[in-house]
Nanobody, 129 residues
Framework: QVQLVESGGGSVQAGGSLRLSCAAS????????MGWFRQPPGKEREGVAA???????HYADSKEERFSISKDNAKNTLYLQMNSLKPEDTAMYYC???????????????????????WGQGTQVTVSS
């Protein structure tokens, strides 16, 4: 059974950094496409970044300027490095996974939540001004 557990969230001031982690069990990252999503208070869940099973990365909007997604297949862990955080980055952050055989062929589609099979419980990120 696939389980995803996020960690690394917290409260930071604007301009600060956080690194989120997503540890997996019941699966191997090399066989899955992975994504980070967030849900701000009162808003819908939105894609932040995704990474193919082969390591190709995709970012929503211009988030690659401040965010970086990576994974360590040996540790079965997904990361999201977030720099220069802004109050509007405040949200619950989730990691998600889908088997590589079901990954969309177009990378940007990986940023759509409906394509993912497995979800973690989320980790809260709060950025104060």
């Amino acid at each position: 059974q696939v389980q995803l557990v996020e960690s690394g969230g917290g409260s930071v001031q604007a301009g600060g950094s956080l690194r989120l982690s997503c540890a997996a069990s019941g699966m191997t990252y090399s066989s899955f496409c992975m994504g980070w999503f967030r849900q701000p208070p009162g808003k819908e869940r939105e894609g932040v970044a995704a990474i193919d099973h082969d390591g190709t990365t995709h970012y929503a909007d211009s988030k690659e300027e401040r965010f970086s997604i990576s994974k360590d297949n040996a540790k079965n862990t997904l990361y999201l490095q977030m720099n220069s955080l802004k109050p509007e980055d405040t949200a619950m952050y989730y990691c998600a996974a889908v088997p590589s055989s079901f990954c969309p062929s177009m990378g940007w589609v990986l940023l759509q939540a409906s394509n993912y099979w497995y979800w973690g419980q989320g980790t809260q990120v709060t950025v104060s001004s």
